[in-house]
């Protein structure tokens, strides 16, 4: 069973950046952040697919995120990021790290093809 364990959430003021990170404890192929606002259904903002074990892998984002957000890994620390530059309200949310045992491709994004997911961690960006 793939473990995830994420950190690094926080209250921020609009303008602001966190780093998120996740600590995985398997092998897996494609991983991803999503993040879930209360009222709202869980949304994918970041994946990375590919033989992340040997550290080839590719990066997909949400038109919501792009430019602003950074998704990378560090294979041999088994840890994902979420580096957020210019956060807005509307980054408020949950955030939670999710994993897959198959390369899923780009823009796969969906919650219900990921079987493995974090506790989550809190992102709160006031105005």
């Known amino acids: 069973q793939v473990q995830l364990v994420e950190s690094g959430g926080g209250s921020v003021q609009a303008g602001g950046s966190l780093r998120l990170s996740c600590v995985y404890a398997m092998r897996t192929y494609t991983m991803a952040w999503f993040r879930q606002a209360p009222g709202l259904e869980r949304e994918g903002v970041a994946t990375?697919?590919?033989?992340?074990?040997?550290?080839?892998?590719?990066?997909y984002y949400s038109d919501s995120v792009k430019g602003r957000f950074t998704i990378s890994l560090d294979n041999a620390k088994n840890t994902l990021w979420l580096q957020m530059n210019n956060l807005k309200p509307e980054d408020t949310a949950m955030y939670y790290c999710a994993a897959a045992q198959s390369s899923l491709g780009p823009a796969r994004l969906s919650p219900r093809e990921y079987p493995y997911w974090g506790q989550g961690t809190q992102v709160t960006v006031s105005s």
């Open positions: 990375v697919y590919g033989d992340i074990y040997r550290g080839i892998y590719n990066s």
